[in-house]
């Protein structure tokens, strides 16, 4: 994951040109940000890629889901 992210944003400008816009995405942005909208997409890419290799993503998923979870009256683990 975090070599395709690394290779995102090498590529980001060959990226855009192939895959073209993000509708919804740059509407919010502004125009002209698609590059933007790829970059960012590869930037969460080798978070997501860190955060596999160390092993924190159920550490990271009940931290996330924690609040929700003691609301509804779940166990927590």
Do not use: C, W
Request: no cysteine.
């Amino acid at each position: 994951m975090m070599v395709l992210g690394v290779l995102g944003l090498k590529f980001n400008y060959q990226l855009t040109n192939n895959f073209g816009s993000f509708g919804s995405l740059t509407h919010f942005l502004g125009s002209g940000n698609e590059y933007a909208v790829f970059k960012i997409l590869a930037i969460l890419l080798i978070i997501i890629g860190f955060i596999t290799m160390f092993g924190l993503g159920d550490n990271l998923v009940n931290a996330l889901t924690s609040p929700l979870r003691d609301f509804l009256g779940g166990a927590s683990s």
